[in-house]
């Protein structure tokens, strides 16, 4: 069966939805194994050390991009009609928002996509976390918390098109981000030579690349054979955590099923596998020196700075950076900045981090 017999049979949205599911059970698989934390690089960053999850995330990072590149390279991508580099994006979104998701991830101890694959290992602090950032989500796209976003994304807009996309901006072109990301890829090998890396975490990373750049070429293939208006995209939690809220919480009214909704449960059902098959799988909840406040405040951070920047760090930070769009940038070192700032905080004064 060919993709327009599929289509046809199965329909637009089922098939997303299919193929979002297929591309989670990869990415939360792997993420499991391999540990994949953007937290915990930017930790081993604050200390100094540089070693192997910040190795991994940045091996990730590197695969996806050299996959990406690649294809636009030779035409086979074309991403400049997605909400990344077509749309209008926020540059005061895009820094106050990451800074706000980058503190929210550490006071969680973990990011969107990190939440639901500790989730999956039996993590109930992580799944309660998540539940929260998703309903603050919620009410960040279209609630009480609605107006505040719209206020502060309107400080700085910049309009959607070849302008959003750093490379264009520079006047270079898809080699100029096949260079950069050999040059992480070399970056990432030299740390994992100094710091040893085992072939679960390396290869578990280097799929979790993969899976990013799946989700680009797979929503391009539905979009070249459907006849409906299709989005491209990639792998991001956000809005999926949102829409399946609103599809648990109110039936009648929930958006139609697509890539997204396909995304998130298998992401967890990966997760779940990889736990129990590995023997990692345990119940853990809220100790002592585990703060419920904590956890809370920073899963209301990241929900609200996750719609205010456009996404998280791999919705954003690494979907939207692999296409170089300038926002997605803005967030991902917002991210970074503000995940420092707090970890380094709360050190100081010995909060738990």
């Known amino acids: 069966m060919n993709l327009a017999s599929l289509l046809e049979t199965y329909g637009d949205h089922w098939v997303l939805a299919m193929g979002g599911a297929v591309i989670g059970l990869m990415f939360g698989f792997s993420a499991q194994r391999s540990k994949f934390c953007a937290r915990a690089a930017v930790i081993e960053c604050c200390e100094g050390q540089w070693r192997q999850k910040f190795a991994g995330w940045l091996l990730a990072f590197a695969v996806a991009m050299l996959m990406v590149q690649l294809a636009i390279s030779f035409g086979l991508l074309k991403p400049e009609s997605s909400r990344h580099l077509g749309s209008q994006g926020s540059i005061s979104g895009a820094v106050l928002g990451g800074l706000m998701f980058g503190m929210g991830m550490i006071m969680t101890r973990g990011c969107a996509s990190r939440l639901i694959i500790l989730s999956g290992n039996g993590n109930l602090r992580a799944l309660l976390s998540g539940l929260v950032f998703a309903v603050t989500v919620q009410a960040t796209i279209s609630g009480a918390l609605a107006p505040a976003r719209q206020f502060m994304a309107s400080w700085w807009l910049v309009d959607g098109g070849p302008q959003r996309n750093m490379l264009n901006a520079l006047g270079a072109s898809s080699w100029m981000g096949l260079a950069i990301g050999l040059l992480f890829l070399g970056v990432a090998i030299w740390r994992f030579r100094v710091a040893g890396g085992t072939k679960p975490l390396i290869w578990g990373n280097v799929f979790v690349g993969v899976a990013i750049a799946l989700g680009w070429f797979f929503t391009q293939w539905i979009a070249s054979a459907s006849f409906e208006p299709i989005p491209l995209q990639s ?49 853990e909840g809220f100790q002592t020196e585990n703060k419920l406040g904590h956890y809370l405040t920073g899963a209301v951070l990241m929900g609200f700075g996750a719609v205010l920047a456009g996404g998280c760090t791999v919705g954003a930070g690494m979907s939207g950076g692999v296409v170089f769009s300038n926002t997605a940038w803005l967030t991902l070192l917002s991210i970074m900045a503000g995940a420092a700032l707090t970890y380094r905080f709360l050190k100081s004064i010995g909060a738990p981090t």
């Open 235 to 283: 792998l991001s939690f956000s809005s999926s955590s949102a829409e399946w809220l609103t599809r648990v919480l109110y039936t009648d009214t929930a958006p139609r099923f697509g890539f997204d909704a396909g995304l998130l449960p298998s992401v967890f059902v990966g997760s779940y596998i990889a736990a129990f098959l590995f023997g990692e799988f345990k119940f």
